[in-house]
Nanobody, 122 residues
């Protein structure tokens, strides 16, 4: 199983970006998925999460600006980021709990994507 995060870039304050986290491999299902970010000199923080039932949670600083969603048919989770601020500048990572086929069994694992840089200029 692999997670591929993409969609980062350089944007001016007030702009928008959409991040994607695509899972590939022998996937049975994807349970919870979280988007995290880590700015230079700071700890990694959970920005948004979505459960298998599409319940969502957000850190207070992004509520009303970011939206997490999932496309179960494509095994992709999105993070739509609007009204971006310089404080949103960070490397964004996705993390997922995945059920996958292992021979005749189904096993679960915790996976991280490689990170995608988001830079918001003032």
């Amino acid at each position: 199983v692999q997670l591929q995060a993409s969609g980062g870039g350089l944007v001016q304050a007030g702009g928008s970006l959409r991040l994607s986290c695509a899972a590939s491999g022998s996937i049975f299902s994807i349970n919870s998925v979280g988007w995290y970010r880590q700015a230079p000199g700071k700890e990694r923080e959970l920005v948004a999460a979505i459960t298998s039932g599409s319940s969502t949670t957000y850190v207070d600083s992004v509520k009303g600006r970011f939206t997490i969603s999932r496309d179960n048919a494509k095994n992709i989770v999105y993070l739509q980021m609007n009204s971006l601020k310089p404080a949103d500048t960070a490397v964004y990572f996705c993390n997922a709990v995945v059920l996958y086929y292992s021979g005749s069994y189904i096993e679960n694992g915790d996976y991280w994507g490689q990170g995608t840089q988001v830079t918001v200029s003032s």
